[in-house]
């Protein structure tokens, strides 16, 4: 059964946006060169349509000059000391932090996020670089002393040498910074390759931090992921490769770095499921799924996209979150008061409409949105999907768009066992005001990050990173800084 109703329009802004755009050219030693190759690709503006600009398509002659760049500069920058990097880390985010507006601008404009959203992009991505600076100064590691007779050992943290960094389309600055910052403050080099649909705010801050960071410590490598990605993942002389991604791109990652047997990070997808107990706050968890849910459009791994609500109260929240989802407002960067934007290509938006095809194929009900809105852009309406029934294909399949399931369950365990019945273990939440469940349940969901009563609040000094399919690694937090690390005993014979 479908109900569908025509609730949304997209707010439009009364002026396009006018970026400041960066220069053309891969970023290469310090400095914006020539690509090997002729081709470019065009970078959209998916609210709108039109193209911004060009960049590069880059070869695998681009990444191999791109890592003899960082492999030169590792040694040098190996030997600074953290307090060094942590100066340059800090110079970073204050680099940021007064572009604020730029980067902010250029960031809607390739991406179709609303102002919310952009300049929370920003923020994060500043106070990412400012934590990693005082994490760099603070490693915690087993203390000097004898562990064997006459024998003292000493802990050395290393840096691993050459990164190669993949990022993804969805949050271009802030996943470069969750990668950039830790990987240089723990004293590597980087080669990174943005995403080729949005690349603008990563080569606009290589541009505005060139003299602050040295020759080939960072650099910047565009183009498609079959040719860029899949060679930083198989050269020899890069010593980590970490992707931020789906899962897919995260297994040819894998695939290719096992050649060299390279260390690998992977935070890949996520099917979020929040469990709602009979005895939750039902306006606040609708509440919760409206924001966690919808945040960014739903194109977030950790969104709040699979609601598993108590059969006795699966009604009255069905009611509280059609309500609140029917008061989203949809806009293009400069509508000021919009909630979410538009999809991020034509591509991404026609899969998010063939899966709601499928919804419509199972005979699910739609009970809001599940239609393109008309217009210029890839606008998708916030949609809910209700009436779920166990192990339907939406509960296990990763959309990444404006669309929420809404299923039941009967018992603890059920709700506990469905949760987990995924390939995901990025992030969940538990919904309760009962103190021993809100203890329990977190323990035997079979996820990374757990929330209980809220969904998608991070702080940068936690782990971000998932189980099973939704990779290995962690993001944030001194975590971080220790995955892009390696450890080295050294034993010294006091006998």
Known sequence: MTTETALFTVRRADSQLSP???PFGQFI??????????????????????VLTKV?????????????????????????????????????????????????????????????????????AVDTFRFSAGAARAYSTLGADDYAENHTSVIHREP?????????????????????????????????????QTPLTTLKLAELITGEVPAGVLNIVTGPGRVVGNRLSEHPDVDLVAITGSVSSGQKVAAAASGSVKRVHLELGGKAPVVVFADADL??????????????????????????????????????????????????PGAGDAEIGSMISKAHYERVLAALDDVRKDGLTIAVGGRAIEGPGYFIEPTVVTNVPAGAAITSNEIFGPVVSVETFSTDEEAVTRANETIYGLAA???????????????????????????????????????????????????ALDDFSRTKHVMYNRG
């Open 160 to 196: 691993v040498g050459v990164v190669g960094v993949i990022t993804p389309w969805n949050y271009p600055l802030l996943m470069a910074a969750w990668k950039i910052a830790p990987v240089l403050g723990a004293g590597n080099t980087l080669v990174l390759k943005p995403s080729e």
């Open 29 to 50: 030693g310090g400095a914006f060169v020539p690509s090997s190759s002729s081709e470019t690709v065009d970078i959209v503006n998916p609210a709108t349509e039109e």
């Open 429 to 479: 939440s538990v919904w309760t005001r009962d103190s021993a469940r809100s203890l329990t349940v977190p323990r035997k969901l079979d996820f990374g990050t757990v929330w209980v009563n809220s969904h998608l609040v991070i702080a940068t000094e936690m782990p971000w990173g998932g189980f099973k399919g939704s990779g290995y690694g962690r993001d944030l937090s001194s975590y």
């Open 283 to 332: 306006e606040a968890a609708a509440k919760g799924v409206r924001s966690a849910g919808f945040w960014n459009g739903g194109q977030e791994c950790g969104a709040a996209c699979r609601v598993l609500v108590h059969e006795s109260v699966a009604e009255k929240f069905t009611e509280l979150l059609v309500r609140e989802i029917s008061e989203i407002t949809v806009g293009t």
């Open 56 to 124: 590069p398509a880059g070869t695998v002659e681009d990444v191999d000059a791109a890592v003899a760049a960082a492999v030169a500069a590792k040694d040098a920058w190996a030997a600074t000391t953290p307090r060094d990097r942590a100066a340059v880390l800090l110079k970073i985010a204050d680099i940021i932090e007064a572009n604020r507006e730029l980067f902010e601008t250029l960031e809607a404009a390739n991406t179709g996020k609303p102002a919310a959203v952009a300049e929370d992009d920003i923020s994060s």
């Open 20 to 22: 400041s755009l960066p």
